[in-house]
């Protein structure tokens, strides 16, 4: 915000420099050439009143210029104010080109913002003590949704919890991202326990497959994290699906990287073979963040090619927080982490990261 108010400055800069260059140059060499420039530099940074504005200062100048030179006459005067007067028609034109453009952007934009909370609707922030935040950073500003996904539920048997990645970019991740949610959202509610929960997933992915063309089971995968939270929230039990493990930060912010005992392919490739589906229990202690993301943060790479390593990264970001202030909520560590990724890459967003934060409250102090 600041440097595009700063940039508005820019024509008026020009002229400036204009007036510079002719009273420092002989009376032969006229700066018309760089006035005519300030109209059209004005036409990206400024309305419509402002290159008009901007243009008829350039000619004022222009004329004062050259009366003070003694060259104002029909070649090198009135001559260049005919062009300044073209010039800043032009940059009026350009003017009304971007505008359009960017109001069709603004648009293609909101749109893009609906299909997102139709698709990938933002959880609840609480369920029951479960305290939860999600957050979506795509790659590109333009697309706003892509092969990532989350999910919270609250079902019959806890909350469960899903965060995926499809395989591929565009509608058909889209498509799978669709067929994922609504899957997950159906078989939730009804699988008794996480390897039926998995297996529902795993028909329903097929199933996708098959409407789609009958696409490569190498195309169609999806990694994901299924997690259910036992009822008193003092143990979480996941499944891993070729997905990136959680950090498990405790009270005091040491963090614990959730792995799995057994190494399992991505949902969808049943068809390739049988696998068993390990479930791994660890506790959920009170004031207990369990942080969940896609590949877009643990593949993000520095200039020198290091990974960022979220499990290092994380403690230290949130005893920072807690030194200058309060604790750090679930939104305000996603924040934080957002940030860090951001920082590590030098701003280069590589690929979409989608994050998911649930957090128990610590335990009341003792009377």
């Known amino acids: 915000m600041v440097r595009q108010r700063r ?60 009366w003070y030179d003694g060259t104002f006459g029909w070649q090198r005067g009135v001559a260049n104010q005919l062009t300044l007067v073209a010039v800043t028609v032009l940059a009026v034109l350009i003017n009304r080109s971007l505008e359009g453009r960017d109001a069709r952007t603004r648009r293609a934009r909101h749109i893009a913002a609906v299909a997102q ?67 997950f959202r159906y078989a939730a509610d009804e699988a008794e326990d996480l390897p039926g929960l998995v297996a529902a997933l795993e028909r329903a992915l097929l199933r996708e497959g098959d409407r789609r063309g009958g696409q490569d089971q190498d195309e169609g995968f999806t990694t994901a994290l299924i997690a259910e939270f036992a009822d008193d929230l003092g143990t979480v039990r996941v499944v891993n699906r070729g997905h990136p493990p959680p950090v498990l930060l405790d009270v005091q912010g ?34 207990a963040t369990l942080i969940c993301y896609t590949d877009g943060v643990t593949e993000a790479r520095d200039e020198s090619g290091v990974f960022y390593d979220a499990s290092v990264r994380l403690p230290l970001l949130v005893q920072h927080r807690a030194l200058v202030g309060c604790p750090a909520s679930p939104a305000q560590i996603l924040h934080l982490l957002i940030e860090d990724v951001g920082h590590h890459t030098g701003g280069r967003i590589q690929d979409d990261q989608a994050l998911l934060a649930l957090h128990r409250p610590p335990a009341p102090p003792l009377a």
């Open 117 to 183: 909370s139709a698709v990938l609707p933002r959880p609840p922030s609480r369920l029951g003590e479960l305290r939860i935040a999600a957050r979506y950073v795509p790659a590109e500003d333009e697309a706003m949704i892509g092969g990532d996904l989350y999910v919270v539920q609250d079902t019959p048997h806890g909350v469960r919890v899903m965060v995926g990645d499809v395989r591929g970019k565009g509608l058909g991740a889209v498509s799978a991202v669709c067929a994922d949610l609504g899957a």
């Open 7 to 66: 940039a508005k400055w820019i024509p008026l800069g020009v002229i400036v420099l204009g007036v510079v260059l002719d009273l420092a140059t002989p009376a032969g060499v006229t700066s018309a050439p760089l006035l005519m420039a300030a109209p059209v530099a004005a036409a990206p940074l400024l309305g419509l009143r402002g290159i008009i504005a901007i243009g008829a200062l350039a000619m004022a100048v222009h004329a004062v210029l050259a």
């Open 254 to 287: 040491r963090a614990t990287v959730l792995e799995p005992s057994e190494e399992a392919p991505p949902l969808g490739m049943s068809g390739l073979g049988t696998w068993s589906c390990p479930v791994d229990t660890f506790p959920f202690p009170p004031g």
